[in-house]
């Protein structure tokens, strides 16, 4: 039976604590996935779905959802396409108690010990991959008999979660950064616009960080294109796409991948 957690003024670092000396975690030997007193902007728990014919979740993507040592969640909105250059998210902040149960959860999910399965037969599978702090277990061709995947579809999901579990309204996410992701055009793609900030570069796949007004000027441009859009610069087109950074992430080097 776990103690219960004292009252402190960070979100999730009263039951972290309990956690730490009751061995919530699947091992007594393994280490705790997420530390005791987590940064505001540390990640606490993160879903995402990739793969499947459509080839979602892939390079540059959102994660779906993204929990916060402070509260805060940051999800992909549901009526939103995926293949919008610029993806819609939605911003929820938890109280400490409802953040308190949904690490419970997670422990009793047995997302503490990092997992994966794989589905070799299984042609174009989704792959869920769900983070908790440092352990992270991926599924291929996710199914309702796993623990992690119930987890996963029950209570990483802000439509299911009641409403006195939130400290405030939900409202769209406030972007500060976004990256332009460059996907090199081989063919001639017809009518070119100027790229109007930094060139993005001679690697693979350009990447580049706007922020202040260039970021701002960046988002009014998303709205108004579509993934089509060629973009040009030193004889070179490319089509973009847009990442808002979330909390937590600084540089390309965090959005690059899935």
């Known amino acids: 039976m776990r ?10 670092a009263a039951v972290l604590a309990v956690c730490a000396m009751a061995g919530c975690a699947g091992s007594p030997d393994a280490p705790d996935p997420v530390p005791a007193s987590p940064a505001p902007d540390a990640l ?39 293949h919008e250059p610029l993806p819609r998210l939605q911003e ?39 983070r908790f702090g440092s352990a992270v277990t991926t599924i291929e061709h996710p199914g309702d008999d796993d623990p992690a995947v119930r987890f996963a579809e029950r209570r990483l999901a802000p439509e299911r979660w009641p409403r006195q579990d939130l400290a405030a309204p939900p409202g769209p996410y406030r972007v500060e950064r976004l990256a332009a992701l460059f996907h090199p055009q081989a063919d001639d793609p017809g009518n070119v616009r100027r790229w109007p900030f930094t060139p993005p570069g001679t690697q693979e796949r350009p990447c580049l960080v706007l922020q202040g007004r260039d970021a701002a000027r960046a988002l009014r441009i998303a709205e108004d294109t ?6 040009g610069d030193g004889g070179r087109a490319y089509t973009v796409r847009w990442r808002p950074l979330l909390p937590g992430e600084d540089g390309c080097a965090d959005v690059t991948g899935p």
Do not use: K
């Open 3 to 12: 103690a219960a957690p004292g009252r402190t003024s960070g979100a999730v």
């Open 44 to 82: 606490v728990l993160r879903r995402h779905l990739s793969g499947g014919i459509g080839g979602i979740g892939l390079h540059g993507s959102v994660p779906d959802l993204s929990v916060y040592g402070d509260g805060r969640v940051i999800a992909v909105r549901e009526d939103g396409a995926r």
């Open 92 to 130: 929820y902040r938890l109280t400490p108690r409802a953040l308190r149960r949904l690490i419970d959860d997670a422990f009793a999910a047995g997302l503490a010990e990092p997992r994966r399965v794989r589905r070799e037969n299984v042609a174009d599978a989704f792959t869920l991959t769900v």
């Open 226 to 231: 579509d993934g089509r859009t060629a973009w």
